[in-house]
Structure formats: structure tokens, C-alpha cells
């Protein structure tokens, strides 16, 4: 039986991050709560357990890559990884099927209901009589006030052009990889995290533009709800999307991966494929409809 | 019916340090660093034991409360951080970790692995846990008290949760990275780690339920997630999501929470029918009966458990066509359902059956289980569901699934694993002692509660009607007792583990059939280094 790498299931024998990351958890997560609560202490606390966790995904990742680039990973090693790769993917679609259900539940259901449709609700009758049913809304008692949206077909558009085009160019690096045009593959990959945080300039800019100019914010009614939380659940993706496509930039002017092995390219790729994708959802969704 | 293992005579590690029975000798290398299976099986086990008792002392106290008519020993208020943190604590902390506890252990050794397939993953999904919950148990220290709007967290009522409020909102979020990373890993290990020969159709059982278990965890997890960061934005960051004012609705919670909360109940259920696969095959000394079909009503088990969840909440106000369509479609869950238990006691005929331990809790299972699906079957009937609804009786009913159900599943598993984990014979004198004293005292606990429930006794009130006062006497009796009981499990396993002399034989049982009696009793620290290569039907279920 052969002993080296191609042929046997690494098993990494102990390892300190998994508990430095909990510990980095727990300490982010019960200050946010903290905080929350109006502590001034977990203000900082919090701060504390985010940069425990930092370190802990430089340590962990950066044992990985050493052992990954030390050869010690076999094609049914990359195999585990595609395959927990693709489940995450998975789990992440899942979370933004709660807000997109959240949005078409409240649009086909609640709002009309509210507005006296159906038999049996009487919410309407009792409580808002004469609110008239529409989208975007506030809701019956106008909570948050008065808005306006953001039209589709000006920023946002210019956005699904741009996460597009992004698509595109990571795929582009994906076959100067292959092809070991390692110029091309960094010149690539500097395109696709230009466009990743060009993305995320203009939803910051659009989201500035909301709560001064279009009175529309995190509390203006349903629509502010869905609105923000849709987005900006995205928008976090985008940014950890484009940070992780800087990590495999510069693992790629170091002269990492190879035309044949090569995960966390691949990885880094269905992962913004996969934002990419969610964003073609929310400008039918959340920007035209 | 042959089974043929060939096990490869050289044995070697991959990285050369390891060999063997060495296990690390510093104690924190051994079990805060470890990543592996074995260990980290212990530990799941370990922390779900201790969970079990403290949820279970939770659930003294709501007993003892009830034992009579009036407000006797807590305050409403704390009755109902009680009946929350009961249900929380169970159902996160006991009964889904002991789940992923025995995953860790037998699903390598089922299908010939040498461990999962991502270990220091395995090591963070389970240390993850225990901080998940000191930081939920500290919310019963806050001013506020802990949560005490029940564990289905319902808007309007949990918002008004003072202090502990945020706390429990991100102890759920770590339980859920835990159950998503522990899920991933199990479905990785599964479907890449399988040693030659070992087809999907010749899994074990177990293994193929938790591959199922798995795929809804991944599903439904971030579900929950979702849910309850809606909650935290309406309560601190002015959203609208459960408030009607502002366009949202309190119901829609109802929607997301129990999309989540239906297959969650499969989650803690699937694996326990994988174990009762594994059991009862061995002591009837024959093959599963209907293997195949097994694996499909899993399957279909898994699919219907998406499409059933507003039977939770028949009397919010639905339209009518939905109250139909999920009432229908609830029915539908129990073909597939009594096929199993068709397949259980037709792997039961004509068996030469014998009866230790974990063949009792197995029977126990199939028959106080299957009390609990047919009392599902009533509460799935729409227009008497409005009768039952919040009742005592959906109390005995979901008890009935989940402790003679999930719960003599895991003491089960317990038995029959253990001396393959310890190397030693448990006592089968007090093994039976304590499954006939808890067999006896669930039923006393229990059973009255459907006639409560069927009277109008409504659940989660910390007082009643004293026409209710009999049955909830003999109910509290018997959960003291059954409670009582359980300190008898924890005798026998520590027995078994550090006092027993009877040393176990490779293959444990005589009808054990399966790639983990293939090793030593207890198996070596890193087993299946090299994969055995399976040939022929080495699960020997399927023929």
C-alpha cells in the first residue's frame, strides 16, 4: 500500500483554531447582545471577539493553504471540500429564501388581506378601515412615514451590469488558470474584485441616497423592512465575496493553484456566482416588481 | 446472506505519527484541540447527558408546579422560562447533539472511513455548543429572567422579552452554525468517504437516515436563522416584519418559524429510525425487511416534512383551501410512515428473537411511537385539531414521539453501542430494570395527558381547573419517577466505562452484522486507515 499523499485520507491529528474561533464567537456575539442592551463596554468587547475571529481565519485558512500548497491533499481531499463547498452554497440560498418568501408572502397575502380581501379577516374592518392595499406601502398606520423607491433602471441596472460583467471576468481568470497565463489570471481577478467593491460603493451611495433624500429607511414599514434586509444581506455577501476574491488574488501572484488543482479559486467563484445570482432575484424582485 | 470484509494486512498512517491506539496524552490535545471522530462522538455525548438532566430538572419543576391545583412553588413567570427553556434545551442542547454524537462515532466506522471527512471542522461544530448554552442558561440569571414566550418564539408575545432577549437570539445563531457544520461534514464524510465496495444501497441504515437527517438540517437551519434575526431587527433595529401597522404580519413568523419547525421534528426523529433498523434486525437474528423500501419512506418522509407546516397552526386563521390542502397533505406523512413500522415488525417475524436491553427500548419505540403517530393522525385532522389545539393533548402527543420515541431510540443506541465504544458489558440486569421502570413511568407521565388535553386542559399554564387535579397528580408522579430513573442510565454507563469486568467480543451481539463489529471492541484509536474493501453485501440488511 502506497503511503504518500496521492493515495491516503489526510487527517489533520489536533488543532487550536476550532477553539479560538468559539471563544472569538461567543465573545462577539454575547457583546453584541450586550450592546444591544445599552452596554458600553460590549461596544469594544464586541470589537475584541470580531478581531479574535479575524485571527482565527488567518490561522485556520493559512494552515490550509501551507498544507494544500505542501502537496499533503489528495483528490479525494478536494473532493470533501468541493462537496461542503457546495452544501454551504447551499445553506446560504436557503437564508435568502426566508426574506424573498418573507417579501412574497406579505405582497400576495398580507398586504391584501389588511386591505379587507379574503373571508373570515376582518383586520380591516376593526382596525384600518379604509386602507387601501398597495406596494410599495408603509402599512396601514404609515409607519416610518412617507418615501419614495429607488427606481429601477438607474443605479441598481447599472449594478446588474456591473456583478454581469463580473461574472464574466472571474471566468475569464478561471481559464487563463487553467491555460497558466498567470498575467492574465491576476489581471482578471484585479478586474473582478475593481467591479465586486465598485458594486459596493454604489449600494452604499444608493443606501446614503435613501435616508437623506427619499425619506426610505430601515423602518419605513414592509417595504423598508424587506428592502434593506434583502440588500444589505446581500451587499454583506458581496463584500466577504470580493475580500475572498483579494485572498485567492494574491495566493495567485505567489504563484499558487495549479490548471489542475485549484479549489479555492473554484470555490471563491461558485461563491460569487452564487451572489451574483441572488442579485439577479432581487432586481426582479425587490427593484422592478 | 454472505458478508465478506477483506481488511488489507498493512496497516499504516498517513502522516506517521500517529499509530494505532495512540491517543494524545495532554488532556486539553486530547479533547479541546482533537479532531477526532471518536473523541468528539464522546464529547457530543457527553454534553447532550448533561443537557438531558438539566432540562429534565426543568421539567421537575413544571411537574411539581402542576402536581396540584393553584400556584404552589414558582411564580407564572418563571413557569414559563420552564416550559421555554425545557423545550429549548431539549430539543438543541439533548436531543440533536446525542444525534450528531452517535453520527461521529459509527458513521466512519459504518462505511469503512478513517474518520470524517473534515476533522477540525468536527471539532468546532461541537465546541461551539457548550458556549451556545452557558450563554442561554445565563439569560435565567438576568434581570429579565429568561426567555418565557415558548420555544416557537411567537411575535408579538417574545418582544416583550426584556434583557435575555438578544442573548437567546444569538445562542439559537451558534446552534445553528453548529448544526450547519456538523450537517455539512456528515454529508461530505458520506458521500466521499465510503470504503470500496460500500454502494449507497449497501449502507446501513443509520448511516442513510442521518444522510436524510443531514440534508434537512442544511435545508432548515438557516431558516431558523432568519427567523429569529427578523425577530431581533423588529425588537431593536425598527423593522416592520410581524407588525401589521407597518404592513408586516405576526402570523407570517408562524409560517417561517414552522417551515423550520417541521422538519426539525423529523431531524430528531430519522435517526432514531435508523437505529431501530439497525436493532431490531440484530436480536430477531434476520436481515431488515424491506431495506430498500426503508431507505424511499425515509426519503419521502424527508420530501413531505417541507409541505406540511401550517398543521402547527390550524386555528391562526387560514383560508380554507390551505387548512385542506395541509391537512391532506399532513395524512399523506403516515403511508410512508406505516411502512416502517410494517417493515419493523415484519423484521420481527419469525425471528428468533431475544430480549436484551436495546431490544426492549426498540420495542418499547415501535409501539409507544407509534402511539404517538396515531395521536399526530388525529391532531392532523383539521376541524378536531380546533378541540386539541394548545391543549394537553398536543403535549402527549409530541412527548410521545419524542421520549418513548427519540429518547428510548438514543438509550437504545446507548446499549448497543456501548460496549463496541468501552470495550466492556454493560449490566443487563440493570439495563432492563431501567427500561421497564422508565417503559412503566413515560406511560404514567404521559397517557394522562391526552385525557387532559382531550378535557381542555390547556398547555403552558402554570394553573387549572381542579377538575383536572387527579390526572395531573398521577402525571407528576410518574414523570418524578421517570426522572428518578434516568440516574439509573447514568449508573449503568459509568459501570460500563470504568468498573465492568465482562469484556466484550468484537461482534458484541451474535446477530450483529456491519463493518463497526468488524473491529475491536473497543476500536483502535484510528480505525480504518487503510479502507477495507466490501465486497458482496457487507451490510447484509439488504438481502
Given at each position: 500500500?502506497?503511503?504518500?499523499?496521492?493515495?491516503?485520507?489526510?487527517?489533520?491529528?489536533?488543532?487550536?483554531?476550532?477553539?479560538?474561533?468559539?471563544?472569538?464567537?461567543?465573545?462577539?456575539?454575547?457583546?453584541?447582545?450586550?450592546?444591544?442592551?445599552?452596554?458600553?463596554?460590549?461596544?469594544?468587547?464586541?470589537?475584541?471577539?470580531?478581531?479574535?475571529?479575524?485571527?482565527?481565519?488567518?490561522?485556520?485558512?493559512?494552515?490550509?493553504?501551507?498544507?494544500?500548497?505542501?502537496?499533503?491533499?489528495?483528490?479525494?481531499?478536494?473532493?470533501?471540500?468541493?462537496?461542503?463547498?457546495?452544501?454551504?452554497?447551499?445553506?446560504?440560498?436557503?437564508?435568502?429564501?426566508?426574506?424573498?418568501?418573507?417579501?412574497?408572502?406579505?405582497?400576495?397575502?398580507?398586504?391584501?388581506?389588511?386591505?379587507?380581501?379574503?373571508?373570515?379577516?376582518?383586520?380591516?374592518?376593526?382596525?384600518?378601515?379604509?386602507?387601501?392595499?398597495?406596494?410599495?406601502?408603509?402599512?396601514?398606520?404609515n409607519v416610518g412615514g412617507d418615501f419614495q423607491t429607488i427606481p429601477a433602471f438607474g443605479i441598481p441596472f447599472l449594478n446588474t451590469l456591473i456583478l454581469l460583467t463580473s461574472g464574466l471576468t472571474v471566468t475569464l481568470a478561471h481559464h487563463a488558470l487553467k491555460?497558466?497565463?498567470?498575467?492574465?489570471?491576476?489581471?482578471?481577478?484585479?478586474?473582478?474584485?475593481?467591479?465586486?467593491?465598485?458594486?459596493?460603493?454604489?449600494?452604499?451611495?444608493?443606501?446614503?441616497?435613501?435616508?437623506?433624500?427619499?425619506?426610505?429607511?430601515?423602518?419605513?414599514?414592509?417595504?423598508?423592512?424587506?428592502?434593506?434586509?434583502?440588500?444589505?444581506?446581500?451587499?454583506?455577501?458581496?463584500?466577504?465575496?470580493?475580500?475572498?476574491?483579494?485572498?485567492?488574488?494574491?495566493?495567485?501572484?505567489?504563484?499558487?493553484?495549479?490548471?489542475?488543482?485549484?479549489?479555492?479559486?473554484?470555490?471563491?467563484?461558485?461563491?460569487?456566482?452564487?451572489?451574483?445570482?441572488?442579485?439577479l432575484g432581487l432586481f426582479v424582485f425587490v427593484y422592478i416588481l | 446472506m454472505s458478508t465478506e470484509v477483506i481488511h488489507p494486512d498493512t496497516h499504516h498512517v498517513d502522516d506517521g505519527h500517529d499509530h494505532g491506539d495512540h491517543k494524545p496524552s495532554n488532556f486539553l490535545d486530547r479533547w479541546l484541540f482533537t479532531t477526532n471522530h471518536k473523541d468528539i462522538g464522546t464529547l457530543y455525548l457527553i454534553f447532550s447527558l448533561t443537557m438531558f438532566f438539566i432540562g429534565g430538572s426543568m421539567a421537575m419543576v413544571?411537574?411539581?408546579?402542576?402536581?396540584?391545583?393553584?400556584?404552589?412553588?414558582?411564580?407564572?413567570?418563571?413557569?414559563?422560562?420552564?416550559?421555554?427553556?425545557?423545550?429549548?434545551?431539549?430539543?438543541?442542547?439533548?436531543?440533536?447533539?446525542?444525534?450528531?454524537?452517535?453520527?461521529?462515532?459509527?458513521?466512519?466506522m459504518m462505511i469503512g472511513a478513517p474518520d470524517m471527512a473534515l476533522p477540525r471542522m468536527n471539532n468546532w461544530s461541537f465546541w461551539i455548543l457548550p458556549f451556545a448554552f452557558t450563554m442561554l442558561l445565563s439569560t435565567l440569571f438576568m434581570d429579565s429572567g429568561g426567555p418565557a414566550a415558548g420555544w416557537t418564539l411567537y411575535p408579538p408575545l417574545v418582544l416583550q422579552t426584556g434583557t435575555s432577549f438578544a442573548f437567546v437570539v444569538f445562542a439559537v445563531h451558534m446552534m445553528g452554525v453548529s448544526s450547519i457544520m456538523g450537517s455539512i461534514n456528515i454529508i461530505a464524510t458520506i458521500f466521499n468517504m465510503r470504503a470500496p465496495g460500500m454502494r449507497l444501497l449497501r449502507m446501513p441504515m443509520f448511516v442513510w437516515t442521518w444522510l436524510i437527517t443531514a440534508f434537512l438540517l442544511i435545508a432548515v437551519m438557516p431558516v431558523l436563522a432568519g427567523a429569529v434575526t427578523m425577530l431581533l431587527t423588529d425588537h431593536f433595529f425598527s423593522t416592520n416584519f410581524f407588525n401589521a401597522a407597518g404592513g408586516g404580519d405576526p402570523v407570517m413568523f408562524q409560517h417561517i418559524f414552522w417551515f423550520f419547525g417541521h422538519p426539525e421534528v423529523y431531524i430528531m426523529i430519522l435517526p432514531a429510525f435508523g437505529v431501530i433498523s439497525e436493532i431490531l434486525p440484530t436480536f430477531s437474528r434476520k436481515p431488515l425487511f424491506g431495506y430498500g423500501s426503508m431507505v424511499y419512506a425515509t426519503a419521502t418522509i424527508a420530501f413531505l416534512s417541507f409541505i406540511v407546516w401550517a398543521h402547527h397552526m390550524f386555528t391562526v386563521g387560514m383560508p380554507l383551501q390551505g387548512e385542506l390542502y395541509f391537512m391532506y397533505a399532513t395524512m399523506l406523512i403516515s403511508v410512508p410512515t406505516g411502512v416502517k413500522v410494517f417493515n419493523w415488525v415484519s423484521t420481527m417475524w419469525q425471528g428468533s428473537m431475544t430480549f436484551e436491553t436495546p431490544m426492549l427500548f426498540a420495542i418499547g419505540f415501535v409501539v409507544l411511537f407509534t402511539i404517538g403517530g396515531l395521536s399526530g393522525l388525529m391532531l392532523a385532522i383539521t376541524a378536531a385539531d380546533f378541540q386539541y389545539h394548545d391543549t394537553y393533548f398536543v403535549v402527549a402527543h409530541f412527548h410521545y414521539v419524542l421520549v418513548p420515541g427519540s429518547v428510548f431510540a438514543l438509550m437504545a443506541a446507548t446499549y448497543y453501542w456501548l460496549p463496541k465504544f468501552t470495550g466492556n458489558m454493560y449490566s443487563e440486569k440493570w439495563g432492563k430494570i431501567h427500561f421497564w421502570s422508565s417503559a412503566i413511568f413515560v406511560n404514567v407521565l404521559f397517557f394522562p395527558q391526552h385525557y387532559l388535553g382531550l378535557a381542555g386542559m390547556p398547555r403552558r399554564i402554570p394553573d387549572y381547573s381542579p377538575q383536572f387535579a387527579d390526572f395531573n397528580m398521577i402525571s407528576s408522579l410518574g414523570g418524578f419517577a421517570f426522572g428518578a430513573t434516568q440516574l439509573i442510565f447514568v449508573g449503568v454507563v459509568l459501570h460500563c466505562a470504568y468498573r465492568s469486568k465482562v469484556k466484550a467480543t468484537p461482534e458484541v451481539w451474535e446477530g450483529s452484522r456491519g463493518l463497526e463489529w468488524t473491529l475491536d471492541s473497543p476500536p483502535a484509536y484510528h480505525s480504518f486507515n487503510t479502507p477495507p474493501v466490501v465486497t458482496h453485501n457487507a451490510l447484509s440488511r439488504a438481502d
Open positions: 500500500m502506497a503511503t504518500h499523499a496521492e493515495n491516503s485520507y489526510y487527517v489533520p491529528h489536533g488543532s487550536k483554531w476550532p477553539i479560538v474561533g468559539s471563544l472569538g464567537m461567543i465573545t462577539m456575539l454575547a457583546s453584541a447582545a450586550g450592546w444591544m442592551n445599552g452596554s458600553a463596554t460590549a461596544q469594544w468587547t464586541f470589537w475584541l471577539g470580531a478581531a479574535i475571529l479575524i485571527f482565527m481565519l488567518f490561522g485556520w485558512f493559512g494552515t490550509v493553504i501551507r498544507e494544500s500548497e505542501a502537496g499533503m491533499y489528495s483528490e479525494q481531499v478536494s473532493g470533501s471540500f468541493r462537496l461542503s463547498m457546495s452544501w454551504f452554497i447551499f445553506s446560504e440560498v436557503m437564508f435568502f429564501a426566508v426574506f424573498f418568501g418573507a417579501l412574497f408572502y406579505v405582497r400576495a397575502l398580507v398586504i391584501p388581506w389588511l386591505g379587507g380581501e379574503g373571508t373570515g379577516a376582518s383586520t380591516n374592518e376593526f382596525l384600518w378601515q379604509g386602507y387601501t392595499p398597495a406596494w410599495p406601502t408603509s402599512g396601514p398606520a491555460k497558466e497565463h498567470r498575467n492574465q489570471l491576476v489581471l482578471w481577478l484585479a478586474a473582478t474584485v475593481a467591479l465586486g467593491f465598485t458594486f459596493v460603493y454604489f449600494q452604499v451611495y444608493e443606501y446614503h441616497e435613501a435616508y437623506t433624500q427619499l425619506g426610505l429607511t430601515l423602518g419605513s414599514g414592509i417595504y423598508g423592512a424587506t428592502f434593506f434586509m434583502l440588500t444589505g444581506f446581500h451587499g454583506m455577501h458581496v463584500t466577504l465575496g470580493a475580500i475572498m476574491l483579494v485572498v485567492i488574488m494574491i495566493r495567485s501572484m505567489k504563484g499558487h493553484f495549479k490548471p489542475d488543482n485549484h479549489f479555492a479559486f473554484e470555490a471563491v467563484a461558485w461563491y460569487w456566482h452564487f451572489v451574483d445570482v441572488v442579485w | 413544571i411537574r411539581a408546579e402542576l402536581f396540584m391545583p393553584g400556584l404552589q412553588l414558582v411564580e407564572p413567570d418563571f413557569f414559563n422560562q420552564m416550559t421555554t427553556m425545557h423545550a429549548l434545551i431539549m430539543v438543541f442542547g439533548a436531543v440533536m447533539p446525542a444525534w450528531v454524537g452517535f453520527a461521529n462515532w459509527l458513521i466512519p
